[in-house]
């Protein structure tokens, strides 16, 4: 699905308890797609039981708002993925945090079938994020990471984000924003089809937007600067294979931005990073675990 990018001045700012907790589950399975109890419990309350998210999301089904899929191996567990119904998804649509978005795409269990594979992998790694921020006193909740954010790249082509991550480090007194597009790849392509993700976030870089029946200035501005104050730095999460695997496709992303003349522009002028999800999930996005691939020593990825 593509969608118009949302405004990144600032970040959203955190939903108040004090709102309803199945307000905040329809919130976020319209933000988010599809989400596990288990992935709603770690975003919307960390701190509380299993059992308060799921009399929230029962009593949403019995209103015909939400519904789920058993996912593939997990008959002992019962792992369940939820997500809106139409009904959800109408009443979602007018939500503040949900302002100016498209309708919600994934109303049924066939097409949350095709896509919970990968969208679950994405919230992992967004709740690897706000696990981090949580600890680290850091600002990045549930409404700071936008999926499938979608901008023109010129000749009808378009780069997909498969999220959008807002981030704020707080040092202090010191209120540093950081934003990303975020790549999640679970080697279901090759590694060189994943590498060219970076030359169309070079065109993204390069692109200016043309309005209709207005000449190009030579003080024109890049298009995304439509949407960002600086150019979001890029983000690849790689898992679902060996971890020799997963390092030749990081290698693959940093051959393609030593070789590529757009992409090795891009490089010097916007940080680039891979890490592994697992890695991420265990240690935290703040360790030294992002591979910078223009070169040099892994670090943290708000250091690359």
Do not use: C
């Not at 019995?62 to 139409?86: C, E, F, I, K, Q």
């Not at 990968?118 to 921020?133: I, M, N, P």
């Not at 499938?148 to 981030?167: F, N």
């Not at 070789?259 to 010097?268: C, D, G, N, S, T």
């Amino acid at each position: 699905m593509t969608m118009p990018a949302p405004s990144a001045d600032v970040t959203s700012p955190p939903r108040s308890r004090v709102e309803p907790l199945r307000h905040q589950v329809l919130a976020a399975l319209a933000q988010h797609r599809i989400a596990t109890t288990t992935q709603l419990r770690q975003m919307l309350r960390p701190d509380g039981t299993r059992q308060l998210i799921s009399r929230a999301l029962n009593k949403l089904r019995s209103d015909n708002l939400v519904d789920h899929r058993v996912l593939p191996g997990s008959d002992r567990s019962r792992t369940r993925a939820w997500y809106l119904t139409p009904d959800g998804a109408r009443l979602t649509r007018d939500l503040p945090v949900l302002r100016g978005r498209p309708p919600y795409p994934i109303t049924s269990t066939t097409a949350a079938s095709l896509k919970t594979a990968h969208t679950l992998t994405v919230v992992r790694t967004h709740l690897a994020f706000a696990a981090d921020a949580r600890r680290l006193g850091h600002e990045h909740g549930p409404w700071d990471w936008t999926p499938e954010v979608s901008h023109s790249i010129g000749e009808g082509e378009r780069v997909v984000a498969d999220a959008v991550l807002y981030y704020t480090a707080v040092e202090g007194e010191q209120r540093r924003k950081l934003r990303a597009f975020v790549e999640v790849d679970r080697a279901t392509m090759s590694g060189e089809r994943l590498a060219v993700k970076l030359i169309d976030y070079a065109r993204l870089h390069q692109y200016e937007a043309q309005l209709v029946g207005r000449r190009r200035s030579a003080a024109s501005e890049p298009g995304w600067m439509r949407w960002y104050p600086v150019f979001p730095r890029v983000l690849f999460v790689l898992t679902g294979a060996s971890r020799t695997r997963l390092e030749g496709r990081i290698n693959d992303l940093q051959a393609m931005a030593a070789q590529h003349p757009l992409v090795a522009a891009l490089a010097r002028q916007v940080p680039l990073g891979a890490a592994v999800l697992e890695d991420l999930e265990q240690h935290g996005p703040a360790a030294t675990v992002w591979t910078p691939l223009a070169g040099g020593a892994p670090r943290p990825w708000t250091d690359l």
